[in-house]
């Protein structure tokens, strides 16, 4: 079992920047893949960003070039740096973990509470 703490949501201008944070702990050999994904009133949820352990990054057609996505493995942490942010990236933000890339991308990995972050002027 592993739990997932997230920060750093809020509401910005367009144009802005956030960064979003994502602990992990408990059972830590299941964090081999750590992702972000999120969810907008109305729409289906979107995997935005993952990584693996050795740092290989993906990212959604939507926020590539714009968002980076990190980690630090001595802290069991994932983090999302979003920048040129748009009211398009309105959304409940959820990092997930999960013992391998394709448990990650199926959704059966451990999920996180959700930050909202709001794009609005």
């Known amino acids: 079992q592993v739990q997932l703490v997230e920060s750093g949501g809020g509401l910005v201008q367009p144009g802005g920047s956030l960064r979003l944070s994502c602990a992990a702990s408990?059972?830590?050999?299941?964090?081999?893949?750590m992702g972000w994904y999120r969810q907008a009133p109305g729409k289906q949820r979107e995997l935005v960003a993952t990584?693996?352990?050795?740092?290989?990054?993906s990212y959604a057609n939507s926020v590539k070039g714009r968002f980076a996505i990190s980690r630090d493995n001595a802290k069991n942490t994932v983090y999302l740096q979003m920048n040129s942010l748009k009211p398009d990236d309105t959304a409940v933000y959820y990092c997930?973990?999960?013992?391998?890339?394709?448990?990650?991308?199926?959704?059966?990995?451990?999920w996180g509470q959700g930050t909202q972050v709001t794009v609005s002027s």
């Open positions: 997930s973990v999960a013992s391998s890339m394709q448990l990650l991308h199926g959704g059966f990995g451990s």
């Open positions: 408990g059972s830590i050999f299941s964090t081999a893949a």
């Open positions: 990584i693996t352990t050795g740092g290989f990054t």
